[in-house]
């Protein structure tokens, strides 16, 4: 007789110890750096202890957690959403369709990281628990949904593979472009800038003169290098940028706070002139690629922003020998700085039968365009002929 699997929804993801979460999230931190920070219990449990998530925030944890014979086989990060605010894959017109046609889209299920563009696995399975974990996950998500009478559930920045498994059981595939670096088997920046075309290396010598030149220092920073000075001035900067693109930042003081504690998974660019941070850029590290996630400066200097967040990061990407370096959503500025377009994917299971079917019209054709305009896009790149990757 098969083992009967349960879904058991928490919530906080506090309610699982954090071993069992990980066991599933990040199997591969037992021998090294997990592939992935931001699925980690520590990360998740940081943005519900710093009340960047929960009571008032609009993003309710409420984790799912699959069990086979007592075991934690799968668990997957799960919201229930009041709106559609820090997910970075926007379903607003959706949302307003419905409730002009007399629907109700919120309150939603949203499968996610919170505040996070980043591309990673979100049906988190025990190794050889992938087929089984993933599906029971997906088919809990559903279930849930409908029985609580939520519009829909959403899987955002999932990674490629948990794409058809999600189509058979009924979610709906839409795609997005994000532009990542990819290192070829560089040995320094040098080596990269000798893969582009003649102007644009020109070009970004001559932008990092610039940046470089500000009247002060750049420095790279993790582990125990990183002071809590530091993360007073990222809090500074964070909200700088998040008061002028967001209105409200999303993240509070208390989750700083809180990184410090993952110090040696965060990589802090920071540029200081007279003693004094001015600008910085926090990335966060994978074991195989590294992840910028928040930029800010109390001071403008030219290039700075691409100095500190781009340029800096491929640096410290060749030093350390990691693959790539994903440096958020949008922006097709990156391009002419070698980060080259990726697609990215998200799963979309919505429960009203005329709202699913107009939406799935809707990414036909968004998946088309989005493929066209990748194709478009490398074609047109930074890179000198013969392109990398076809034999240089």
């Not at 926090?282 to 590294?290: D, M």
């Not at 994903?326 to 005329?354: C, D, F, M, N």
Request: aromatic residues 10%.
């Amino acid at each position: 007789m098969t083992d009967t699997i349960e879904i058991t929804m928490l919530s906080s993801v506090g309610d699982i110890p954090a071993a069992q979460w990980d066991a599933c999230a990040c199997p591969e931190a037992a021998e090294g750096r997990a592939l992935d920070p931001f699925t980690t219990h520590r990360f998740l449990h940081a943005l519900e202890t710093s009340g960047s998530v929960g009571p008032g925030t609009g993003w309710d944890p409420r984790p799912i957690v699959a069990r086979k014979a007592g075991e934690v086989i799968a668990v997957a990060p799960l919201y229930l959403k009041t709106h559609s605010q820090g997910e970075y894959v926007f379903d607003h017109a959706w949302a307003d369709a419905f409730e002009r046609a007399g629907g109700r889209y919120y309150p939603k299920l949203q499968c996610a990281v919170p505040f996070t563009p980043v591309t990673g696995r979100r049906l988190l399975t025990r190794p050889g628990y992938a087929a089984e974990g993933r599906a029971v996950l997906l088919a809990g998500m559903a279930q849930i949904a409908g029985q609580a009478r939520v519009s829909s559930a959403h899987v955002t920045f999932c990674a490629a593979d948990e794409v058809p498994l999600a189509e058979a059981a009924g979610f709906l595939h839409r795609t997005g472009q994000q532009f990542h670096w990819l290192n070829r088997g560089y040995d320094s920046f040098e080596g990269f800038l000798a893969d582009l075309s003649s102007r644009k290396r020109k070009a970004l010598r001559k932008e990092r003169a610039r940046a470089q030149g500000f009247g002060g220092t750049i420095r790279a920073l993790t582990g125990d290098a990183i002071t809590p000075a530091h993360w007073q001035a990222m809090w500074a900067f964070y909200q700088d940028t998040g008061a002028r693109k967001w209105g409200r930042p999303y993240l509070t003081r208390a989750f700083f706070d809180a990184l410090h504690d993952m110090r040696d998974d965060v990589l802090l660019i920071v540029a200081e002139r007279d003693g004094r941070a001015v600008a910085g850029a926090l990335n966060l590290i994978g074991r195989e690629a590294l992840f910028g996630r928040y930029w800010g400066c109390v001071e403008d200097h030219a290039f700075l922003h691409f100095e500190l967040c781009y340029h800096q990061a491929v640096d410290w990407a060749i030093a350390q020998g990691l693959r790539r370096v994903e440096a958020g959503a949008q922006g097709e500025h990156k391009l002419a700085r070698g980060y080259l377009p990726v697609a990215t994917h998200s799963l979309h299971w919505i429960g009203h039968s005329g709202l699913r079917r107009a939406v799935a019209e809707y990414l036909d054709a968004e998946r088309a365009a989005v493929a066209e305009d990748i194709a478009m896009l490398t074609e047109d790149g930074p890179f000198r002929a013969p392109s990398p990757g076809s034999g240089r």
